[in-house]
């Protein structure tokens, strides 16, 4: 468990690590926190010439809000949004993930964008950005360009970043009043990565459900948009029934692997049982934060 | 994780000894809180060597080839060792059965019998360039067909995981104790239970490692391993070919962790050969990948088909076990196993007779090896699954029924139908204890008020026997040809010119505080403070016999020794005060190292005048009396010494602690995650040395069986690859998964001990699996679900006992 030899390079800016990238592209990963990739380097499973650490680039570390975004820059520790009253104001389901993300230490050196480009299905925030059609901003010799969530993740571990790009900032847009987001996961130990999650944020409009988002981990090689449930559920009140339908409408679309942790029909069946709870936890917290404005 | 519980405020029962059963400090804790540890791989002798290893992706393959010259070629590889050069100058590694045709060795030489299995071993300057060195050793392999499936393996026609064996099963024993026919035929209902106790081990943090220096000048081996291996330097010696005075083990290394499984004995002739071969040091520390696919520590792997008959009134007549266990590919010290818990094969029950069945099969998996109470820990489980189902089916209380079956506190000592006697025990006051300490009635409350949230809730009660004081009889059971009766420890008393004491052992612990056991004892038997007592380790050339600390045993044997050395030191102590006060050895007392005669207490010596009169004062010792203070005391383990009866009767372990275990276990209905709410725990290890280290035995233990109950596996694919690559996979319990723990002591001193003490390293491990269990199986057949006999009890598990049962649950809570 040593990694192979690499060359190690500390860029000081992103225009550094962009040219170091074109410079070595194929050959070169970009460390950005390292909980994923320093266990892939010693298992040999990864095995780059050259590593480009982003960690002494102060500029992507930044969090910030616009007028109708939250914009995260890709070295934003974990731990860092999970604390900022920004995130949880403005990305509610973005601040419901991050406690279900591992353990605290991991959280610590966790980055934001290095789990959005690492893109396990199985990780939490791969599906926060999908549900909130997060917009991902990639930086690199040709300059930048913005790619929707839906074009981001494009396999298991795979996105549409580019050898000689780099993601610098994911931009949300700010959640509306009203909104409430729950993040449901179950593994098989605490801070494991989840057998099954779901990712819900609902805003509420006069006790009728609205702009439904809802995403699941770990059923597909994506993580799993669930329009037909949003679909279903947008304009109505989240009703036992309604609820039921939506989670067999997801049993009925979705297409879970099995393996030693659980089988394909435990996966199939419990997002549908998360779902409803995701959906009713944001609904409980949409009509409270309604509750509260009032 | 814990708190104190009431029974901590309470006052301490009060004991006749001084230091022993006493809070104490724990003398190892401050090396090991601080980093002060010093494990073998803080050990690097000047040139040392770094060993990485080539291992087979096959389950079942012939090597017909290897090349290794790229890697030879690579700058700062040194060496690269085949299995085949391996073989031809060292012995196969041993087998505890008559199987010669299972060769065992460190690198595999024709075959490789499981992916993982060690092939060739690269030899660098840095463990980075071995790996790199490794990757570049090219294996030509032709594969063979391999069985996975244990009961598969012992069909005829199965493929052979040792053609020349002709069969994969390597053993097969049948006993019957007792009058099993006619306890049968009375029986008014037999329940059965077939049960899965699933491949698991203990994981230590620590991997195996060793450093190996030959010293070609003193024709001598220096060994440093972490190793808890009864005969590591024999064997080391035997397979390397080299006199047992040539090779020297140190025992003064911490070892990060074992309850049994650090072995190492391939690995330890790997790094000996290559250090000879080479004339430098050599180290191997394995890493977690090699020690995981490769490292021949997995624990149990069996199939249990159990039956129990009883009357009407739910009165245990007679027990049948039949177990299959999945030795992996190399069976060596493992099927030994299934002859232990033939000491407590009725469990703490009075059962009449018992039938017992046991057949070890091996298979294409790395190699299982002792763990934890070497077999006991999945019979305990088995045999309590099968209680519970008694409970299920006629309708009886588990806890009543239990009470109804115990051996009672005045029966002891009891001899069990397959020979051998418990020594001391009283299950129902302990059992009372862990219900006390519960309040069962409002633990009863609260699952149903959490049942009637809409939750599933269950309570599992378990009980179990722990056997200590270890010895190897069950080598004689299994294998009638091999005939040792005893399993000795010893002691070094040595009492310097300054009066000051230091004890001597010659074993290596693995977290079992022995210098706080060792010293507190001593204390105790010399009536001298423990905190001014050293302990030191010897190494295996200037030590004396010691077996290891396997089996519980080493409160109870190394005790004996202890007590012996303390005796002889006492007795020489006294002698020289009695020549020197005028009086008669007989005349005298000792009292806390000073000897006073006891018809006049006015006249009495001091420690510090008779050390000196030993050391100096040639013209005060009696005559014909050695000089210094120094005794060597070796002890039998208690009550052994007999071979077994063609039947399997014997007297296997000398003392049975005893514990009951009560647990809450609460399941989310939508997806069968399973949480435990509180645990309770009442044990008795008769005389507790040191209550804090107790305390931490049966917490760690508990634990361990959590992880066993609920997370922990060692799962192979059907074509044989691990599935479990990292603790990503094999999972731990980690101080999430493990809920607060309260625990209460009862004291049932044995009578063959030296103060009363018995074993306390396994009994979490033996009672929590079942407890857990029972807990899950309580909430699920409420539900109208079938129970789960299999573990590790996983959530789609629960979800599909439920599903199966026609509880669906969709959404809600």
């Not at chain 1, 913005?146 to 298991?156: K, L």
């Not at chain 2, 814990?2 to 724990?26: C, F, H, L, M, N």
């Not at chain 2, 390397?240 to 005075?245: D, E, G």
């Not at chain 2, 694919?717 to 998964?737: I, K, N, R, V, W």
Request: with cysteine; hydrophobic share 40%.
């Amino acid at each position: 468990m040593k990694p192979v030899d690499f060359e190690l390079h500390r860029p000081a800016t992103t225009d550094e690590a962009i040219a170091l990238l074109a410079e070595h592209a194929a050959e070169a990963k970009v460390l950005a926190g390292g909980q994923s990739l320093l266990p892939l380097l010693n298992f040999r499973l990864a095995r780059p010439d050259h590593l480009i650490d982003l960690g002494r680039i102060a500029g992507l570390a930044q969090l910030r809000r616009t007028q109708d975004e939250l914009v995260v820059g890709a070295m934003v520790r974990q731990a860092q949004a999970e604390r900022s009253p920004a995130v949880a104001a403005h990305a509610p389901l973005l601040a419901a993930a991050f406690p279900n993300i591992a353990h605290p230490p991991i959280r610590n050196r966790g980055t934001v964008g290095g789990s959005l480009a690492h893109a396990d299905p199985a990780a939490e925030l791969p599906a926060v950005a999908r549900a909130l059609d997060a917009v991902f901003v990639a930086a690199g010799p040709r300059g930048r360009r913005e790619i929707t969530s839906r074009d981001f993740f494009r396999a298991n571990l795979m996105t549409d970043l580019e050898a000689d790009e780099l993601l610098v900032e994911i931009r949300f847009s700010r959640a509306a009043p009203h909104t409430g987001a729950d993040f449901q996961e179950v593994g098989r130990r605490r801070g494991d990565f989840a057998l099954v999650g779901a990712a819900a944020q609902v805003t509420v409009d006069d006790g009728l459900l609205s702009d439904v988002r809802i995403c699941l981990t770990g059923v597909a090689q994506t993580p799993h948009r669930a329009v037909e449930a949003e679909d279903l559920l947008t304009g109505h009140a989240p009703d036992p029934a309604l609820l039921a339908r939506a989670a067999d409408a997801i049993r009925d679309t979705i297409d879970p692997s099995g393996d030693l942790h659980a089988t394909a029909g435990y996966r199939r069946d419990v997002a549908g049982v998360l779902m409803t709870r995701a959906v009713t936890g944001a609904h409980r917290r949409a009509t409270e934060t309604a509750a509260e404005a009032a | 994780m814990t708190e104190p519980t009431e029974q901590d405020a309470a006052p301490r029962p009060e004991t006749p000894y001084r230091w022993v059963s006493k809070p104490g400090r724990i003398r190892e804790d401050r090396r090991f809180v601080t980093g002060q540890g010093r494990y073998v791989a803080d050990i690097t002798p000047p040139g040392t060597l770094h060993v990485g290893l080539v291992t087979s992706p096959y389950a079942h393959a012939r090597i017909t080839g290897v090349d290794a010259s790229e890697a030879l070629a690579l700058d700062g590889v040194v060496a690269v060792l085949t299995g085949a050069e391996l073989a031809k100058d060292t012995d196969p590694l041993r087998q505890y059965l008559a199987v010669p045709e299972v060769q065992w060795r460190p690198l595999a030489a024709e075959e490789t019998r499981y992916a993982g299995e060690w092939v060739a071993a690269v030899v660098a300057e840095s463990r980075a360039v071995a790996e790199d060195g490794a990757e570049r050793v090219f294996v030509d392999y032709e594969t063979l067909p391999a069985v996975l499936d244990p009961e598969v393996a012992a069909q005829p026609g199965a493929p052979l995981v040792h053609p020349d064996h002709g069969t994969n099963v390597m053993a097969h024993r049948e006993f019957r104790w007792g009058d099993v026919d006619g306890d049968l035929a009375q029986a008014a209902g037999t329940s059965r239970v077939r049960s899965r106790w699933n491949r698991n081990s203990t994981v230590p943090l620590e991997t195996f490692g060793v450093v190996a220096a030959w010293d070609r000048g003193r024709d001598l081996l220096d060994v440093w391993a972490s190793i808890q291996m009864p005969q590591f330097p024999e064997q080391l010696a035997h397979a390397l070919r080299i006199p047992t005075n040539q090779v020297r083990v140190h025992f003064d290394v911490d070892v990060g962790g074992s309850y049994g499984v650090k072995r190492g004995i391939k690995h330890g002739v790997l790094a000996g050969y290559l250090s000879r071969m080479l004339d430098a040091p050599v180290k191997l520390i394995e890493d977690r990948a090699e020690n995981m696919h490769g490292g021949d520590f997995h624990g149990p792997d069996r199939i249990f088909d159990v039956e129990l008959a009883y009357t009407a009134e739910g009165i245990f007549t007679s027990i049948r076990i039949d177990v299959i266990d999945d030795e992996g590919a190399y069976p060596g010290r493992s099927p030994l196993q299934l002859a232990k818990p033939i000491g407590a094969i009725v469990g703490p029950y009075r059962i009449p007779s018992a039938a017992y069945n046991a057949t070890a099969v091996v298979t294409n998996k790395t190699g299982q090896v002792a763990v934890r109470g070497f077999g006991q820990a999945p019979t305990n489980y088995a045999i309590e699954a099968a209680v519970d189902a008694v409970a299920r089916d006629l309708g009886i209380d588990r806890v009543e029924l239990r009470r109804r079956n115990f051996i009672q506190p005045e029966e002891f000592p009891y001899r069990i139908p397959s020979g051998t006697e418990y020594d001391s025990g009283d299950y129902p006051a302990v059992l009372d204890k862990a219900i006390a300490l519960a309040d069962l009635a409002a633990l009863e409350a609260r699952r149903d008020e959490l049942r009637a949230e809409g939750r599933l809730a269950g309570i599992g009660v378990a009980t179990c026997l722990e056997p200590g004081g270890g010895n190897a009889i069950f080598e004689n059971i299994m294998n009638p040809a091999n005939d040792k009766t005893t399993f000795p420890e010893a002691c070094r008393l040595r009492v310097d010119g300054d009066g000051e004491i230091t004890a001597i052992i010659s074993i290596s612990s693995a977290g079992q505080s022995h210098d706080t056991m060792v010293s507190t004892l001593v204390g105790e038997e010399l009536g001298r403070d423990p905190e001014t007592i050293a302990v030191i380790r010897a190494d295996s050339l200037t030590g004396m016999p010691s077996q290891s600390p396997v089996g519980s045993r080493m409160t109870i044997v190394l005790g004996q020794a202890i007590r012996g050395a303390a005796d002889e030191l006492k007795a020489k102590v006294r002698a020289i005060a009695a020549h020197n006060l005028g009086a008669t050895p007989e005349e005298v007392g000792y009292e806390g190292g000073d000897v006073v005669v006891r018809s006049d207490p006015a006249r009495r010596l001091g420690w510090r005048d008779i050390v000196a009169i030993a050391h100096r004062k040639q013209h005060l010792m009696p005559p014909r009396t050695q000089p210094g203070l120094e005794v060597v005391h070796v002890a039998h383990t208690p009550r052994s010494g007999g071979l077994a009866q063609p039947d399997g009767t014997v007297q296997l372990y000398p003392c049975y602690s005893f514990e009951a275990h009560v647990v809450l276990a609460v399941i989310d209905p939508g997806t069968g995650a399973i949480d435990l709410d509180r645990y309770y725990i009442a044990h008795d290890c008769g005389t507790v040395i040191n209550p804090d280290v107790v305390r931490g035995m049966v917490y760690g233990g508990t634990a361990h069986g959590i992880g066993v109950a609920l997370y922990e596996q060692f799962a192979y694919s059907p074509e044989g690859q691990p599935l479990t690559q990292s603790f990503m996979d094999y999972l731990l319990p980690s101080a999430h998964e493990v809920p607060q723990i309260a625990d209460t002591e009862h004291c049932t001193p044995s009578p063959f001990t030296s103060l009363g003490q018995k074993g306390a390293g396994e009994a979490g491990y033996m009672g929590a699996p079942a407890a857990v269990a029972g807990a899950v199986n309580d909430a699920l057949t409420a539900q109208g679900a079938a129970p789960i006999h299999a573990l590790p009890i996983k959530p789609s598990d629960v979800w599909s006992a439920l599903r199966a049962a026609g509880n669906e649950e969709r959404g809600g809570k």
